[in-house]
């Protein structure tokens, strides 16, 4: 079987993996990349690219979780890295993996058009258009920012966390009164990091949901080296269980003023600081509901309390976005999009996404496991099921992953990697080689139809 000139869209870990992964079964391949480097979100500053990192950002998960399979992290990384050592880490990947000489960097995509008999037609900002048997989605979904709809105008800065960069880009935050709107770990981060008491700055946090807090450490050691989900214990009994790990460690959220949850610990993403605690039970933070209107520099809360601000700093999420594919091929309205194993879009053999998801507790070795996939099948060694049976595993993988989960676009993706790698590994490949023994591998290039969407 001849393999399929497949593109790649981005050089982020999942444009990275699947970049690995395709040369490993040796499948033809061109990775576009905007930027003039590798790594995505993880490339603070890199020209042309858009991370959301800021410059003081670590990452949340630790370096135990976070490690490739095929490509440990360094001993020597400290247990929370860096971004910038994730970015040295990333370029270590693409260098032990010989994978740049297939990335066309500062080489954005314009365009992604399908072709009539099946196959794509890729258009890059300088023009140039070039056709491919099969394209891989992996632009990521951590750039194009989600600004809240409030009622009034607000007459100060607005500034999303994705822009910010530290206390003085791109604005010069000290001596201002501050309302952080979000409690995520970047919300976390950064009202922290500005409520230092040597900028100046008073800082409030409003939420509309509250957030359960899970620190950094248990026991001297990283949180999360606790998290393993089994496949062979009812996933539902799993999270009932969780449910102590907060109200051990760091404590029910009102203790520390933030308004009380509208849910259980995991129906929404816990926010991971050690810091954030002790900066609200150190009055340096003043934790807020919602805001319910703005009027001028007047906030008003939904408590009915209100105050006066120079500068709103929304730290309140992505939408997911395609701006390549015309919007009646892809599209993800209210960030939902319907893929098998969040890979296969059901009746488009040639179009495949990679790292469209939020893994609990890491994207890293979660999109090496759909990178995995991608590429057996692109050399003929998986075939995934027909449509139909795609559709109901997709409703079914929906009320496992996605059920107990706050009904808003910030979890319209959640799968927990452990369980989803489990599957991936132990049965899906199995079942998808035993597809191709009795059907022959997908023959990429046959007329396709049809859009993807919600
Ligand atoms: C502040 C912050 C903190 C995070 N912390 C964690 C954490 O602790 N743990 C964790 O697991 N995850 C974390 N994440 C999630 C993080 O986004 C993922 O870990 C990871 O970066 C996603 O990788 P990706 O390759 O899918 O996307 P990206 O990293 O966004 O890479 C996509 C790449 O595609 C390129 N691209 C996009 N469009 C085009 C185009 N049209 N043409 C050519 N190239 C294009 C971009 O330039 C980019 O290089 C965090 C995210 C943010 C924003």
Request: with cysteine.
């Amino acid at each position: 079987m001849s393999h399929p000139r497949t593109a790649v869209i981005g050089a982020g870990i999942s444009g990275l993996t699947t970049a690995k992964m395709l040369s490993d079964y040796g499948i033809p391949y061109t990775c576009y990349e905007m930027s003039d480097g590798v790594g995505g979100n993880w490339a603070f500053g890199t020209k042309g690219g858009h991370s959301g990192a800021y410059r003081s950002l670590h990452i949340d998960t630790s370096k135990h979780q976070l490690s490739f399979k095929d490509y440990p992290m360094p001993e020597e990384y400290p247990d929370f890295p860096h971004h910038s050592l994730i970015r040295q880490y990333l370029e270590g990947y693409a260098d032990a993996f010989d994978l740049k000489r297939n990335i066309e960097f500062e080489t954005a995509v314009d365009e992604a058009d399908p072709l009539p008999g099946g196959g794509w037609r890729l258009t890059t900002r300088d023009g140039t258009a070039r056709t491919f048997d099969a394209l891989v989605v992996a632009n990521g979904h951590h750039w194009d920012p989600r600004l809240p709809e409030f009622a009034g105008h607000f007459a100060g800065d607005v500034l999303h966390s994705h822009s910010y960069v530290d206390p003085f880009a791109p604005l010069d935050l000290h001596g201002k009164r501050i309302l952080v709107v979000g409690l995520g770990n970047s919300a976390a981060d950064i009202a922290v990091e500005l409520s230092s008491r040597s900028l100046r700055n008073t800082v409030t946090l409003s939420t509309r949901s509250s957030a359960w807090i899970v620190p950094k450490y248990i026991a001297g050691v990283p949180a999360d080296k606790y998290y393993r989900t089994s496949p062979h214990l009812p996933f539902s009994w799993q999270r009932r269980m969780a449910r102590l790990g907060p109200l051990i460690t760091t404590g029910r959220p009102e203790r520390y003023g933030l308004p009380t949850p509208d849910h259980h610990f995991f129906e929404a993403h816990p926010t991971q600081s050690s810091d954030l605690p002790l900066r609200l039970g150190s009055g340096d933070i003043l934790p807020k509901p919602d805001v319910s209107s703005v009027d001028g520099t007047t906030v008003t809360f939904a408590d009915g309390s209100s105050a006066e601000f120079d500068v709103l700093l929304c730290a309140t999420g992505y939408n997911i976005t395609f701006p390549f594919f015309a919007p009646d091929v892809v599209a993800a309205p209210d960030n939902r999009i319907r893929l098998y194993k969040r890979i296969f879009a059901p009746g488009t053999d040639d179009l495949l996404f990679v790292g469209l998801a939020q893994a609990t507790p890491t994207l890293f070795p979660f999109v090496e496991a759909q990178a995995r996939l991608v590429a057996a099948y692109l050399g003929g060694h998986y075939r995934p099921p027909e449509p139909d049976e795609m559709e109901r595993v997709i409703d079914a993988d929906h009320r496992k992953y996605l059920g107990h989960m706050n009904d808003r676009p910030r979890h319209t993706q959640q799968v927990d990697y452990f369980l989803y790698e489990h599957d991936l590994r132990t049965r899906e490949l199995r079942d998808g080689r035993a597809r191709v023994d009795a059907s022959g591998p997908v023959t990429l290039g046959a007329a396709q139809g049809g859009g993807v969407g919600a």
